[in-house]
């Protein structure tokens, strides 16, 4: 691999998403702390294969080991669901490699496998938290005792969001008008994070 640090790798090819416009401005700084928290288990735990600490590792040295000792222990202190989001990213990371030729095909394939499945989810995960119809209706009220215009801003986009099915932020802040069916209540957008079309309805409020 001519020498190609992975974690420098890592990072150059989320800013070169980033910058070309395929990935939004929350999964790009979501990656580089993904990969900053790798390049710290490498520091921490000489786990690389180069370096005064071998706290090092060329793109090309890159190991389904090396990411398993990683899940382990970043699993220690982090949920399920952001363990899978951590080694979703590093095998993204590998599939390019793999594309540039920096890497064996195997690897990302078997990174894949690490994906820690739902029947493995601490209990408290599982207690999922929402709100009510009254601390809904209290919410929705609270915009009135709001001082400054950004606040309602944002609390707008949160019920909005709320009456989209969820729609994210970044898709609400690039919404435009031709997205929009209002005989249809429905709309129809591509998703900055997944890049997929979906048709999202709305309701009535």
């Given at each position: 691999?001519?020498?190609?640090?992975?974690?420098?790798?890592?990072?150059?090819?989320?800013?070169?998403?980033?910058?070309?416009?395929?990935?939004?401005?929350?999964?790009?700084?979501?990656?580089?702390?993904?990969?900053?928290?790798?390049?710290?288990?490498?520091?921490?735990?000489?786990?690389?294969?180069?370096?005064?600490y071998n706290e090092?590792?060329?793109?090309?040295?890159?190991?389904?080991?090396?990411?398993?000792?990683?899940?382990?222990?970043?699993?220690?202190?982090?949920?399920?669901?952001?363990?899978?989001?951590?080694?979703?990213?590093?095998?993204?990371?590998?599939?390019?490699?793999?594309?540039?030729?920096?890497?064996?095909?195997?690897?990302?394939?078997?990174i894949c496998d690490?994906?820690?499945?739902?029947?493995?989810?601490?209990?408290?995960?599982?207690?999922?938290?929402?709100l009510t119809d009254?601390?809904?209706?209290?919410?929705?009220?609270?915009?009135?005792?709001?001082?400054?215009?950004?606040?309602?801003?944002?609390?707008?986009?949160?019920?909005?969001?709320?009456?989209?099915?969820?729609?994210?932020?970044?898709?609400?802040?690039?919404?435009?008008?031709?997205?929009?069916?209002?005989?249809?209540?429905?709309?129809?957008?591509?998703?900055?994070?997944?890049?997929?079309?979906?048709?999202?309805?709305?309701?009535?409020?």
């Open positions: 691999d001519k020498g190609v640090e992975f974690v420098d790798f890592a990072k150059d090819r989320i800013t070169q998403r980033y910058d070309n416009g395929q990935i939004g401005v929350s999964t790009y700084k979501n990656g580089l702390t993904y990969i900053n928290q790798f390049q710290k288990y490498l520091k921490y735990t000489h786990s690389g294969t180069h370096g005064e090092l590792l060329y793109v090309g040295e890159m190991t389904v080991d090396i990411v398993s000792g990683f899940r382990k222990w970043y699993s220690e202190t982090k949920k399920t669901d952001t363990v899978n989001k951590v080694l979703q990213c590093i095998a993204g990371i590998c599939t390019y490699a793999v594309k540039c030729g920096l890497m064996e095909p195997n690897v990302p394939i078997e690490l994906h820690i499945s739902d029947r493995n989810v601490d209990a408290r995960e599982l207690n999922v938290k929402y009254d601390e809904l209706q209290k919410y929705a009220n609270s915009r009135n005792c709001l001082q400054h215009p950004r606040q309602k801003d944002f609390h707008d986009m949160f019920m909005f969001s709320f009456y989209t099915c969820g729609l994210r932020l970044i898709d609400i802040i690039t919404l435009r008008w031709s997205d929009i069916d209002c005989k249809k209540k429905l709309i129809r957008k591509v998703q900055i994070k997944t890049g997929n079309r979906n048709f999202v309805p709305f309701l009535e409020p």
